[in-house]
């Protein structure tokens, strides 16, 4: 569905962002891509809907060249939320910027109507239907972008630092919205350096570093693997760390607080 | 885009020129600029742009400031049709637009060799008031992350369906609505983040505020000064009477 094909992009400071990046996006998975800061995950998204060409190799998106395609063609597939929420409100009211998207991609009125009201009853935004974006809250302007793409249904959401900014029971709102999508058969590619957010939805995880992909699997296998986690200067999970401080075989760590409940409560009751 | 932004950011380097004090870069780049102003002839106009070539190559920044003067070549073109049009030869029409690029250039050598902190001391030689140093340093020093929180805004736009590229001219202009206001909210929290963070460090608790660098002129310092207005005053005698 996405396709990288020994991509590298060579920044304009000359900077090597991507360095022969092959990897592919498949429908209904959720990846996670994680790294240090400057490891290419940005550039690597931007490279999913034409905002940045490669400077050798190939991207393919749903099979069509992104060269060849623009940036507006791309996007009505592959909907990027970006991580400063500032950097994208700028309507006189949060309903008119759920309207941006939709009337840019040439939606009818009534379509526009429907989807501006589902996207802000189901992100909780209905309230503020005729308030100034500038209003409100760090957590609700998030909302509020996150809103305005999926708006539009895109087959592929790109969520760049989604947690940021969130607190507890938004980011299991997020984690409710992200599981509804795959049961959709939706593709969600998140990124993000929330360790604790990302595990209990047992993602597909790429570790990039220095441009490149150091590792790209389970996040059962990933996150459980010192070397990977070292090198790329990650911190493991905390349930993770639980299991492996109770000796647990690696098919055992914990993938939520639930299970992790549940094991301790059965050897109390043991003992 | 980022090519632009490349061209309007200080990159530390080391070459002949960027070591100088920065009081001796404000010179040089004084003498080139008054060296443009006064160029009326071809001749003129066309030794002033190869010493301020010279002194770019020297600084390693010519590519740099290729990418300022090619940002600039196109209001000399509007200049030279300008004069052109109101009557002056095509000649003079020519040296008139050739000055604006020179003297583009010459003010461009200075901010491309001098850091806002070096910026920040020549200003408080000068005996300038504390807070409008402060003011006209951070400015400058904001202007690469506004250009920066440009090309975030348009690739954020451009992800949600925006074409800054179709359209009439009305229609474009209008289209600078979803970039324009992002990127003057963005400015006015960050200066006021910036102004509470400096409060908070107890930005203006003293009248005059000690600091930990002084200017002082070294030999090689000394030596250019000399030897630039030497140049320069030989330069301008040739420009009045050659």
Known sequence: ?271 | MYWLANAFIFRRRYSPIHVLDPRIKLLLSIELFTLSLISSTVIHIGITLAVIFAVAALAKILERMYRTLLFSAAFSILIFVINFLVGYSIITSFVLAVRFVAIVGSTSLFFLTTSPDELEYVMKWFRLPQDVVFAFVTAVRFVPVLMLDAIQIMDAQKSRGLELEKGNFVNRIKKLAPILIPLVVTAVIRSSELAEAMEARAYGAVKKPTSLYTLTLKRRDKVVGILSVAFFAALLIYFFTG
């Open chain 1, 1 to 271: 569905m996405i396709e990288f094909i020994n991509v590298s992009y060579i920044h304009p400071t000359g900077v090597k962002a991507l360095d022969d990046v092959t990897i592919q996006f498949r429908q209904g998975e959720v990846v996670a891509i994680v790294g240090a800061n400057g490891a290419g995950k940005t550039t690597l998204v931007k490279h999913m809907n034409g905002l940045l060409k490669p400077t050798k190799g190939t991207v393919k998106v749903f099979g069509y060249d992104t060269t060849q395609q623009t940036v507006a063609s791309l996007s009505r597939r592959v909907g990027i939320v970006f991580q400063n929420a500032d950097h994208q409100l700028f309507s006189d009211t949060v309903e008119h910027e759920v309207e941006f998207g939709l009337r840019n991609f040439g939606f009818s009125e009534d379509v526009v109507k429907q989807r501006v009201e589902w996207a802000l009853t189901f992100f909780g935004l209905k309230e503020y239907a005729n308030t100034s974006p500038m209003m409100l809250s760090g957590g609700e302007k998030k909302r509020l972008c996150l809103a305005a793409v999926l708006a539009w249904d895109p087959d592929v959401l790109v969520l760049d630092e989604p947690t940021v900014g969130q607190d507890l029971l938004h980011k299991e709102k997020l984690e409710q919205i992200i599981r509804l999508l795959l049961t959709q058969g939706k593709t969600v590619i998140l990124v993000s350096h929330d360790i604790e957010f990302l595990w209990p939805m047992q993602p597909r995880t790429v570790v990039m570093n220095r441009g490149k992909i150091v590792a790209d699997g389970p996040a059962s296998e990933v996150f459980t693997d010192d070397s990977i986690l070292s090198s790329s200067r990650l911190i493991k999970p905390q349930l993770v760390e639980l299991s492996q401080r109770l000796k647990l075989d690696s098919r055992e760590v914990f993938d939520n607080i639930f299970t992790a409940k549940r094991w301790i409560l059965s050897r109390v009751r043991c003992s």
